[in-house]
């Protein structure tokens, strides 16, 4: 029954949003491309400049949430990495395959389904994992997706494209400054800011509709594996490294216990890093996802 009331509460309600997207799809013809567009390039720069700029939590707990965020995020990648070798794949589905094992739902998923188990408390410093993860999504997460089909030197050029990376950078410029913007600037990155979480949940329904079965489920069972179930593994154990309290420790294993990010379909899209792949792990991962968290949440309560 506690099982059954944590899904309900608290995951039952993203996948109603999720749904609607799905509809939007298969029975309006919306069109995914040119919302994930929008989301790449206004919602999500927006949504990362007003958490960065408002997020407000001891330097300590934050310094060591970035290297528990960092260490989960870099872990489980390298040994995403290992699996592609030991697998021996190509260029494309190596670095399809890194992309979706790294980076988690933590923004439409995570801090959504944080705020509903655990509370304000916790979801300040779920955030400063959502952080950490945009940072590395957008750097990292894109350098590794460009390469799969361009040359390093132009996946070094295609992140100085990326709006997130000057969002992030004018918010650490407000931060040091103290400067106060006015409302007539802050209210609208707000309101886009805020947008970014549902619309970015409309996108992953969107996308589940377009899911079809993959060349190789056996590879998409790996990623899902790795991303729901090693990731957590890994995130418990640096917690327990770091010495986290509990808010701290509840907040870092939960977004690391979360099913492939959205925004992996849209770097699929943007840069040719195998979509049908890429999508069928974000489908996949997300319906089996109340599997594996809603026994973790237990956990961690």
Known sequence: MELLEIFGQNILPIFIVAGIGFLLVRYVGADVRTLSRVTFYVL??????????TSNVCADEFARLTLLASGTILGIGLIAWLVTRALRLDRVT????????????????????????????VLARATIYFLVSVVLTYTVGILVASSGRRSISEALLGI???????????????????????????????????????????????QMERAVRPASLRLVSYAVGLRLIV?????????QVLGLGAAARQAGVLQSAM????VTTILAI?????PIF???VVFLSTILSPLTLTPLISFLK
């Open 278 to 280: 890429v999508t069928s």
């Open 94 to 121: 190596s670095t399809a395959f890194i992309v979706v094992v790294m980076f988690a739902n933590g923004g439409n998923y995570g801090l959504p389904l944080t705020l509903f188990v655990f509370g304000q408390e």
């Open 44 to 53: 999500s720069p927006c949504l990362i400049f007003e958490i960065l700029i």
């Open 270 to 274: 943007e840069f040719e890093i195998d």
């Open 160 to 206: 100085l494209k990326i709006p997130a990376i000057y969002a992030a950078s004018a918010a650490i410029v407000v931060i040091l400054t103290g400067i106060v913007l006015p409302p007539a600037l802050m209210r609208p990155i707000k309101m886009l800011g805020d947008a970014a979480i549902p619309i970015m949940i409309l996108v992953l329904g969107m």
């Open 259 to 262: 099913p492939v990010a959205v």
């Open 231 to 239: 990731s957590a593994i890994l995130a418990l154990t640096l917690a």
